[in-house]
């Protein structure tokens, strides 16, 4: 089936559940197209169906009735409270410029609520800024944990050439700071500057030989706030500097694992223009200090 238009005007998509054997089928070829699939399978049809059954959410993004977008996820448990997990957020690359994403995050909101949690997890590649403004600024969600080579080797195109680092969100479904980012309550480019300017940077990077930034240097956080710096774009890396990937990716790791140990949290992610040059960082904050007994 034929996108309608995808690179025309605004659309009116239908968010709903997915409920017929085509539409499953529909979703992997979502997977497909979005994450470019080679050598790995999608989630199939029939796992899909059963998540759906049994307490899982399978939601779509509709366009007229063709599939531009999904969402799969089903119930967790850590041994202490129930939660959802998101396993997976596609959009086919014709609608990646729709905001399908964030509003299949909203509804997939609105459709745990329902279910009567609170909490909803999931992991993504912290090289991925676009990724990371939408899941940190955008949505609100806090990460917790890093995942040093989290699924193994992958064969997708966007994991091509990187060990599959993650980390790990929770997204606290009523907290007010999370309501507040949904209702589009952001800092202003003005306070983001001020704060990336009084932070410590736990990246330093310098410009290569192809005018791509590459980290040189990782530090410990030891002041009350930090910067994490990733690539603003990952892909421009992989096309132009391929050798830097795995700079990046260690980097980052090192970066974040030492920030977790000392108990500092990411509290925001900003795109900053600086000296003409977009550049991307986590923002971190020590933890509050310890009470005297």
């Known amino acids: 089936m034929a996108a309608p238009g995808a690179s025309g005007g605004p659309h009116d998509f239908l968010f709903r559940r997915l409920t017929k054997p085509e539409e499953f089928r529909h979703a992997e070829e979502v997977q497909r197209e979005a994450w470019g699939l080679v050598d790995e399978p999608p989630t199939s049809s029939t796992i899909q169906r059963a998540i759906q059954d049994n307490g899982g959410l399978v939601l779509g993004a509709f366009a007229d009735i063709y599939l531009a977008g999904l969402t799969i996820g089903f119930l967790g448990w850590d041994g202490t409270q129930l939660y959802h997990y998101s396993h997976m957020n596609a959009v086919r690359p014709a609608y990646q410029n729709h905001h399908v994403g964030f509003r299949l995050k909203v509804f997939q909101r609105e459709e745990v609520l329902k279910q009567g949690l609170g909490l909803i997890r999931w992991t993504f590649d912290p090289l ?58 952001l800092p202003t480019a003005e306070e983001d500057l001020a704060r990336w300017k009084d932070s410590q940077p736990l990246i330093e990077t310098s410009v ?21 710096e990733i690539p603003f774009d990952l892909q421009a890396i992989r096309s132009h500097e391929e050798k830097a990937l795995r700079t990046w990716r260690h980097a980052v790791r090192d970066a974040f694992r030492a920030a977790f140990d000392l108990g500092y949290r990411v509290d925001d992610f900003a795109v900053l223009t600086l000296e003409h040059e977009r550049r991307s960082f986590y923002l971190l904050s020590a933890p509050p200090p310890t009470p005297a007994t």
């Open 128 to 185: 991925q800024s676009k990724n990371a403004r939408l899941n940190v600024r955008r949505l609100g969600a806090r990460p917790d944990t890093y995942h040093v080579h989290y699924y193994g080797t992958m064969g997708s195109e966007l994991n091509r050439g990187l060990e599959s680092d993650r980390l790990r969100v929770t997204w606290a479904l009523t907290d007010p700071q999370v309501e507040g980012r949904l209702a589009g309550g």
């Open 208 to 228: 290569g030989d192809t005018g791509l930034r590459v980290p040189t240097t990782v530090s410990e956080p030891s002041k009350p706030t930090g910067h994490l």
